[in-house]
């Protein structure tokens, strides 16, 4: 069980020390929902770091909440990194369970009202830019909470800049990263606490692509005030990731003049999966490691045998340049620089339309040169890798979560279940492959992570979920099981297409014993290894923020000089 006030109060953040003081002194009964809004005592009225608040009760959900929106800025101004005359302005939003002065009923024991005692804190997707909806928490009895990451939806993906003065927009760019989600969870324990007149037992993150990248950033930096993670396709590498989904549009623009279309490449996946499907034991249209799926593209070439006659099969130079997604991004030098999305991802690479701002890559390349006007397609293929290196360079510090070091967590006993889509058309599946690696090495080895790591890969799934894979089960409550119970997921239970299969946690897969349904569970056990020496040096990339260089960054045990990847002289 967790204190939260004590160590809130105990870290030394203004607001805390403004908003959090232990004197704050509680009326006997609870406060009503509008009596958050309109009473100074209960911190939104007259608190000066909260610019705009409403609540509403809103009556027609199960069970009735306390909706809470509203905005903080506890800074502002070039000091902080912002614009001359512009402020901090993160919005938030908490859903508070109805407690008993509002007519809430249902909690359990822990809890009061209809709260469970609990705090289920919300990712968003994207660049955010807006609060999201809080009810898959409190739907659940837990308090949810949200958070707009610091700025509007018309503002992406130009708030990284300073247009006028060709700058990076620091203050905004820091609380996209983790300033706008210290507050989310802090503002939530804080009215968790004044509402129901008691601490929150518990505190989770639940996030996917952008939000699990936001969690990750949480069990780094504030992992000791956390109890479980659910990490979903996390966006750790922001300014690799978003480069490297440009560099597929740069390569189709140059090579094919942009003719390779969303129909084609789901065309050619289609044949990759046909080739490829077996490779595990069972012809199921899903690929249990797409990383081993060597085929090439011109087994979809115009007249090939199999191709398609639809009007989807490629064209000599379109096959190239399906080959060279396939393959990751790569340097001047040859030299792999960013993953694949892999031969089971029909991810688009569509050349974006003139005037996008910074174009491409959630505006990476616009960030990278501080000019929102930035066009890569007036820049030929060879300066790729020179734009990239300046985005990891410039920007990577501040935007990427690659920072293995989750001692926070780890000695906190807080839990963190990850997971990945291996048909994710937006969020690469092995970049947290690649993460989860370093993860490894950092702790030096698996058995010191998976008692409170664990990371499963989804077979035909696509971003956050769909796809014609079986979907992954009760994610949340397992993480939470984990955190409360101690029961630690050995497999988790996938279900969708007429059939269920055991998701294993990495670098486990799940085997077919060859003569069960192969459409049901039963039929497969968690065991063997996907990471072979093979995958794990295809996998190894050049120096991070050294992208055009001849070097790589070893990994997992292996180097260049294992792999046979030594630099020339």
Same mark, same amino acid.
């Given at each position: 069980m967790i204190t939260y006030r004590t160590r809130l109060v105990a870290t030394s953040f203004v607001f805390l020390?403004?908003?959090?003081?232990?004197?704050?002194?509680?009326?006997?009964?609870?406060?009503?929902?509008?009596?958050?809004? *309109?009473?100074?005592?209960?911190?939104?009225?007259?608190?000066?770091?909260?610019?705009?608040?409403?609540? %509403?009760?809103?009556?027609?959900?199960?069970?009735?909440?306390?909706?809470?929106?509203?905005?903080?800025? /506890?800074?502002?101004?070039?000091v902080f990194g912002y614009a001359h005359g512009e402020i901090q302005r993160v919005g938030l939003r908490v859903g508070l369970p109805a407690n008993t002065s509002d007519g809430g009923?249902?909690?359990?024991? /822990?809890?009061?009202?209809?709260?469970?005692?609990?705090?289920?804190n919300l990712g968003g997707g994207g660049l955010v830019g807006a609060v999201g909806s809080v009810t898959a928490a409190t739907n659940a009895r837990y308090v949810g909470s949200s958070t707009d990451s610091g700025h509007t939806t018309a503002e992406n993906p130009d708030f990284g800049v300073i247009q006028d003065t060709h700058q990076l927009n620091y203050g905004k760019i820091e609380d996209f990263f983790s300033e706008s989600l210290r507050l989310q969870y802090q503002w939530a324990l804080r009215l968790s606490h004044v509402y129901y007149g008691k601490p929150a037992i518990r505190n989770y993150w639940d996030g996917c692509s952008t939000g699990g990248r936001q969690g990750l950033v949480l069990a780094w930096k504030y992992g000791n005030d956390f109890d479980g993670f659910l990490i979903g396709a996390p966006h %750790?590498?922001?300014?690799? %990731?978003?480069?490297?989904?440009?560099?597929?549009?740069?390569?189709?623009? /140059?090579?094919?003049?942009?003719?390779?279309?969303?129909?084609?490449?789901?065309?050619?996946?289609?044949?990759?999966?046909?080739?490829?499907?077996?490779?595990?034991?069972?012809?199921?249209?899903?690929?249990s490691d797409p990383r081993t799926c060597k085929a090439s593209a011109i087994i979809n070439m115009c007249g090939a045998p199999g191709a398609a006659t639809d009007g989807t099969c490629l064209n000599a130079a379109e096959a190239q340049v399906m080959d060279m997604a396939m393959e990751g991004a790569h340097n001047d030098l040859g030299k792999k620089v960013w993953v694949s999305y892999g031969r089971g991802s029909m991810a688009n690479m569509a050349v974006p339309p003139p005037g996008?701002?910074?174009?491409?890559?959630?505006?990476?390349?616009g960030w990278a040169n501080k000019d929102m006007t930035y066009d890569f397609r007036l820049h030929p293929l060879s300066d790729w890798d020179d734009v990239h290196q300046l985005g990891t360079?410039?920007?990577?510090?501040?935007?990427?979560?690659?920072?293995?070091?989750?001692?926070? *967590?780890?000695?906190?006993?807080?839990?963190?279940?990850?997971?990945?889509?291996?048909?994710?058309?937006?969020?690469?599946? /092995?970049?947290?492959?690649?993460?989860?690696?370093?993860?490894?090495d950092n702790y030096q080895g698996l058995d010191q992570v998976t008692p409170w790591f664990r990371f499963f890969l989804a077979p035909g799934v696509t971003h956050c979920g769909g796809g014609v894979g079986p979907q992954p089960l009760n994610l949340f409550n397992t993480m939470v099981n984990w955190a409360e119970n101690g029961v630690a997921p050995d497999?988790?239970?996938?279900?969708?297409?007429?059939? %269920?299969?055991?998701?294993?946690?990495?670098?486990? *897969?799940?085997?077919?014993?060859?003569?069960?349904?192969p459409n049901l569970a039963s039929s497969f056990k968690c065991?063997?290894?996907l990471e072979t020496k093979e995958n794990k040096c295809n996998g190894l990339l050049v120096l991070y923020q050294d992208e055009t260089g001849p070097h790589y960054e070893p990994l997992g045990g292996v180097d260049a000089v294992s792999c046979g990847l030594v630099p020339p002289r």
């Open positions: 020390m403004m908003a959090f003081s232990p004197s704050i002194t509680l009326a006997h009964s609870l406060p009503t929902c509008a009596q958050l809004d *309109t009473d100074p005592q209960y911190g939104l009225a007259g608190n000066r770091v909260v610019i705009v608040h409403t609540t %509403t009760l809103v009556t027609t959900a199960n069970p009735p909440y306390c909706q809470v929106d509203f905005i903080i800025s /506890e800074r502002g101004g070039p009923t249902g909690g359990s024991p /822990e809890g009061e009202g209809a709260w469970n005692g609990r705090v289920r %750790t590498n922001h300014s690799r %990731t978003s480069s490297g989904s440009s560099w597929r549009s740069w390569v189709n623009l /140059e090579i094919a003049g942009g003719s390779v279309t969303q129909d084609k490449i789901n065309s050619t996946v289609s044949r990759f999966i046909g080739a490829c499907d077996a490779q595990d034991g069972v012809v199921d249209g899903l690929l996008a701002s910074g174009t491409g890559g959630n505006g990476i390349f360079q410039t920007v990577g510090p501040y935007i990427d979560m690659g920072s293995p070091d989750l001692d926070l *967590t780890r000695n906190h006993g807080g839990k963190i279940l990850m997971w990945h889509g291996l048909a994710d058309q937006l969020i690469p599946f /092995e970049q947290n492959i690649y993460y989860y690696n370093k993860v490894v497999s988790i239970l996938a279900s969708g297409a007429g059939r %269920t299969r055991p998701l294993c946690p990495f670098p486990q *897969t799940a085997m077919y014993d060859g003569v069960g349904d065991g063997g290894n």
